[in-house]
């Protein structure tokens, strides 16, 4: 009977069933050999093979078809849809737990969670295998949360994890920082016996390290009866990213072994932590100690390092290895190169490797870089060029774009890029804010200063300390002291040393030289250290306010008790200080025993000093000093023309005024601004652009007269020309500050401040001139000044006639 069912199966074409199972066995051999070499279609055919042989009977064969098809979903095409028609063809009695486990697989290992949850629910029944399927597939696609959840949900049904499970699912706690849960899933690790497996205690390790508990993962890394090089590179990363340099250091020195990660930790470390040459220093010490071969992650490091220090050669010997070693240019690697050269000035080099780049390689760190390197340069055409060109502009590409329109006098292009930010940008941050604010400063543009101090204040960042001393130097320079005090009162948590100092500078320039020292004494009083800023502000305080005994007294103060040395500007004010109290002789002393050669401003304030005071000897010492530090400088020549003219010397004035002609030096044109209803009027002496200047000019016509029906005499000596008097007074009467006077009157309605900006120091006919102004028209009138603020009402000036 046996031999006529054998010869019943060779007749269907079957094999006896012995020859059947090895066939099945030999098949699966097969398709795992498939699974694992550079021919994923053979399986296929291997498929077609069992299939004619009938051998699909066999569970273990069917369940190897279908990882085979899973593991090359991805490769081949229509991998997924075989492996789900393969799982339907096998009969749902032969269909175990590694089959259901496979196709779940398959979807969690291609990120199609929400095909793996439903295998996941529709299982008649799970193994840990199962759970830890979801659990690997949920923190791969970056789901850690739902992934630690899931493990919670495995040990209430009953399953132990395994270790494969708690790697990952402690990787999810170390990703989201989740170390509460990181603690209880080491409790599981212990519980279960498995701190010694070197995998999962590398695993507890890295968790603790990323949730930033130094103590615990020394704890752990020290209980490590056996450690590996990555339970070293843990320890070295957890203090690297603590800054704890020496630290990492110490433990980098003491591994029996070490790979490409131990290395790059302490490069990127040093480099994270602002130790560029050291990163470099250990570049160089990998090369010549290692047999390693620099990675990626190594070159990016060392680039880093170049741009924080402008090392470009260093950088091109960097790029030069690139090169020679044909290492794959991979998005990391050219922005570290575009960064490299743009931030040490090599921007030609720059673009040119932006140029050669595939463009979604670059991101916005790259151009961002190659847009701050137009910028030192001054090109802010092909600065703007780059941010235009730019994908998904983030804040600080922004605020490099609105800083560099700053830095390089573009204020009315700042606040133009600023508001477009504001309508299509991204929310504007404290360096945004503080350049801008910065840039309205500089305008003296109080109504578009209050409407950011406003968006300040909407976004809650009023109190960061850049913003709030922004606007309190905003104010300041706007000519609107009182709100630049009650910004600075309004700092309620510890106000900072700078936050002082813009005050003290604030008070200064408003001729406030009293509260200026009060200030400063308070913030001795409350223990906050003075910086050299802070002291030039304080003594400017005194120069401006005629207080020669404090000014001395903090000088000495600042050099005894603070340990501050002092530098140019400290000199600078000390000169200033004496000469404009007419005490020239005890300035020149004071310039003798100057360790430094004075500089311009040094010898500029001397002489500005000896024009107040008429003193044509010491005046022309003073420009003969400052002519030899800059043979340009056309304030010199008028300075000393001003002296002669002062004393009468008029020959001595042409003579300067000629000598000035011949070396072709151009004379530094004065002119005088205002803001009106946000927009920008600018004057110049006999001003004859304004598109308003015959109203303009009947006003200061009217202006004049009815200051000298006042009382108001014209001081003819101001003009420094050779001419008769009615000229002089007719010139006089034009002055730039004078017709921008004269426009905000006839724009603004009664009793309206006035605020008006002037390139150069105001001359003594116009001071006295505005004084009487405020009388007739019932003014208030805030004028800034190369130096100063002048704040007159009621015929009075903020400073006393001392400036």
Known sequence: MRDAATLELRAAGAAPRPAMAAASDHYARLLQICQT?????????????????????????????????????????GGFRDARRLFFEIPVARRNVFTWNTLMSMFAKSGRLADARAVFGEMPERDAVSWTVMVVGLNRAGRFGEAVKTLVDMTADGFTPTQF???????????????????????????????????????????????????????????????????WNAMVSLNTHLGRMDLAKSLFESMPDRSIVSWNAMIAGYNQNGFDAMALKFFSRMLQDS????????????????????MVRIGKQVHAYILRTEMVYSSQVTNALISTYAKSGSVKDARMIMDQAVATDLNVISFTALLEGYVKIGDMKSAREIFDVMNNRDVIAWTAMIVGYEQNGHNNEAIDLFWSMIRSGP??????????????????CLDYGKQIHCKAIRSLREQSSSVNNAIITMYARSGSFPWARRAFDQVCWHKETVTWTSMIVALAQHGQGEEAVGIFEEMLRVGVEPDRITYVGVLSACTHAGFVNEGKMYYDQMKNEHRIVPEMSHYACMVDLLARAGLFSEAQEFIQRMPVEPDAIAWGSLLSACRVHKNAELAELAAEKLLSIDPNNSGAYSAIANVYSACGRWNDAARIWKMRKDKAVKKEIGFSW???????????????????????????????????????????????????????EEMLSRHSEKLAIAFGLISTPEKTTLRIMKNLRVCNDCHAAIKCITKVADREIILRDATRFHHFRDGICSCKDYW
């Open 37 to 77: 070499s550079a021919n994923p279609h053979a399986g296929r055919a291997i498929h077609a093979r069992a299939v004619k042989a009938g051998l699909l009977a066999s569970a273990y064969l069917c369940n190897n078809l279908l990882s085979y098809y899973a593991e090359s979903a991805g490769a081949v095409a």
């Open 165 to 231: 499970t708690l790697t990952n699912v402690l990787s999810a706690c170390a990703v989201t920082r989740a170390g509460a849960v990181g603690r209880k899933v080491h409790s599981f690790v212990v519980k279960l016996g498995l701190g010694s497996c070197v995998p999962v205690a590398n695993s507890v390790l890295n968790m603790y390290g990323k949730c930033g508990d130094a103590e615990t993962a020394r704890a752990v890394f020290e209980r490590m009866r056996v450690r590996s090089v990555s339970s």
């Open 291 to 310: 047999s390693m071969a620099p990675d990626e992650f190594t070159i990016t490091s060392v680039l880093s390092a170049c741009a924080n220090l402008s």
């Open 427 to 444: 929310e504007p941050n404290c360096y945004t804010l503080a350049a801008v604010l910065s840039v309205c400063a500089s305008l003296a």
């Open 674 to 728: 205002t803001h009106i209803h946000n927009e920008l009027h600018v004057f110049g002496a006999d001003d004859v652009l304004h598109p308003q200047r015959g109203a303009v000019y009947k006003m200061a016509a009217k202006m004049w007269e009815e200051i000298k029906k006042a009382g108001f005499v014209p001081d003819l000596q101001s003009v420094l020309h050779d001419v008769d008097d009615e000229l002089k």
